[in-house]
């Protein structure tokens, strides 16, 4: 389904289980950002890196990694199509940028086992029969458990909301449920519906498959459906989750100088989503980060802390491979001074999503300055931050997520339409330069960002 801007969830019932969808933390509401007042020496110590910011953007925009980020990009999807979680293809992309690193420079390369879901998704069908026939285009949300062999021909309820599924929830059992919630002020709000690629079931419920549809499908179901007509659907679906398999999150870095224990992380997810070639989620952000640290080394540039690049592996399935890098490093996060990743598309950059105290904010803002020739200074200040690095956020390390004009970004997301298209090569090469700049003045700077919460 291509253009999917509204994909409209579809809970499928085979029984009487509602699914209980995870909902996503409310993420929408930004913090208080008051005042700064930064001592004078930080914010002359800020302002001396200019030079620097400027040799990197020069790099990066018009010099000798100009167009770089977008080339490797292209490479990657169109080689490593399908880096569904499980799959071979995805550990070969994995290879691949363990040798990318390594050429670029980066210290210590290595892949960090991780154990991660393998879910096929099989043949996916489904049409209306009464009271007219209409075959439905389908997309099972992965890791959605499939329907018996012989498919399921179920009547159906068209609800628009949870609320409305709630009063009518003796009518639900043995039925298919379809949501047309339409499209709501939000991603946030939507995605309560909707989180193509993403369904939690809850151990205490029956686990029942679940799809999206189109919006069109969904808002026609619901007219049919507001007639008061009987309707009945067929529905296919040969999905199924098999055993975990081994994985790795990809780690190289740029030892530091100074105090090489202590590290910024700048971060993208190398899985996709088996639709499309994952090029704006989240190659682009994979690209950015390795670019980012490629670029300082080819600089000559050594900041006092360690910068570490991580490619996370099975973020699609719920932030398999950030989890388990924290279960593993658990006693070593006061070392993390912050950790950045690019996970909501690479386009134009306007500057920092923040994730820790006011106070903190105030460096990031400081340093956002440094960016000002291209217009990427926006700041704004949230309880958490990007997809993987919440996890490493919960346990306290400053976060900071790219922000770049993602209006456009659920036209593509998890959708057929992912293509290297929606990417360009100049927009990548300033995320690359905010990126590089942004993570070499954390690493380099002679405070690290600060973790008390502070009044507020
Ligand atoms: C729908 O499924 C029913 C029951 O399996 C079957 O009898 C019928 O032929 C199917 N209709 C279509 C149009 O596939
Ligand atoms: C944020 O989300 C909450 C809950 O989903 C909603 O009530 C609120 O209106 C949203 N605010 C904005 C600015 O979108
Ligand atoms: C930044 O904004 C200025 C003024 O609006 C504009 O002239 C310039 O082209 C912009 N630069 C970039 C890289 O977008
Ligand atoms: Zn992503």
Redesign the pocket.
């Known amino acids: 389904m291509s253009n999917i801007a509204t994909q409209i969830f579809f809970l499928l019932s085979l029984c009487s289980g509602i699914s209980p969808l995870i909902t996503q933390e409310?993420r929408?509401?930004s913090l208080k950002q008051g005042p700064c007042t930064l001592p004078n020496f930080l914010i002359t110590e800020i302002q001396n890196y200019q030079p620097i910011a400027d040799e990197i953007m020069n790099a990066a925009i018009s010099g000798a990694w100009k167009g770089r980020t977008f080339e490797g990009v292209t490479t990657f999807v169109d080689k490593y199509v399908n880096r569904l979680s499980g799959t071979p293809e995805l550990e070969e992309s994995i290879d691949y940028m363990m040798e990318k690193m390594v050429a670029s420079g980066l210290d210590n390369v290595r892949g960090e086992d991780v154990q991660v879901p393998r879910w096929i998704r099989g043949e996916e069908k489904a049409s209306l029969v009464e009271p007219v026939i209409k075959s439905i285009s389908i997309l099972g949300v992965g890791p959605s458990v499939g329907t018996p062999i012989a498919g399921i021909s179920s009547e159906v309820i068209v609800v628009r909301s949870f609320d409305e599924l709630e009063e009518k929830k003796d009518e639900i059992e043995g039925k298919i449920v379809v949501y047309n919630q339409g499209w709501l002020?939000?991603y946030?709000?939507t995605s309560q519906y909707l989180h193509t690629g993403g369904i939690y079931y809850g151990a205490a419920y029956p686990k029942i498959p679940a799809a999206c549809i189109t919006r069109e499908d969904a808002e026609f179901l619901y007219r049919v459906y507001s007639r008061g007509d009987r309707m009945v659907l067929n529905l296919t679906m040969m999905d199924e989750e098999l055993s975990r398999v081994t994985s790795r999150n990809t780690i190289g870095k740029i030892t530091g100088s100074l105090n090489p224990e202590e590290i910024v992380v700048v971060s993208g997810h190398i899985d996709v989503w088996d639709q499309g070639q994952g090029a704006m989620d989240d190659a682009g952000g994979v690209f950015v980060s390795v670019e980012a640290l490629a670029l300082i080394k080819y600089l000559g540039l050594t900041p006092k802390r360690t910068m570490q690049a991580i490619l996370w592996t099975a973020e699609e399935f719920g932030l398999v491979g950030a989890r388990a890098f924290v279960a593993l490093h658990k006693e070593e996060m006061m070392n993390y001074k912050a950790v950045l990743e690019s996970d909501s598309g690479n386009f134009s950059p306007l500057g920092l999503d923040f994730a820790g105290t006011e106070g903190a904010g105030c460096i990031i803002q400081e340093i956002l300055k440094l960016t000002s020739a291209m217009n990427s200074t926006n700041y704004a200040r949230y309880e958490t931050v990007g997809s993987d690095i919440a996890v490493m956020i919960m346990e306290g390390v400053p976060g900071i997520s790219l922000k770049t004009a993602d209006e456009k970004y659920f036209y593509f997301h998890h959708s057929p339409a992912d293509m290297l298209e929606v990417l360009d090569s100049e927009e990548l090469d300033r995320n690359t330069a905010l990126w590089a700049i942004t993570s070499y003045v954390l690493a380099d700077l002679s405070v690290t960002l600060s973790r008390e919460v502070t009044n507020e």
């Open positions: 409310n929408n509401q002020s939000s946030e709000e």
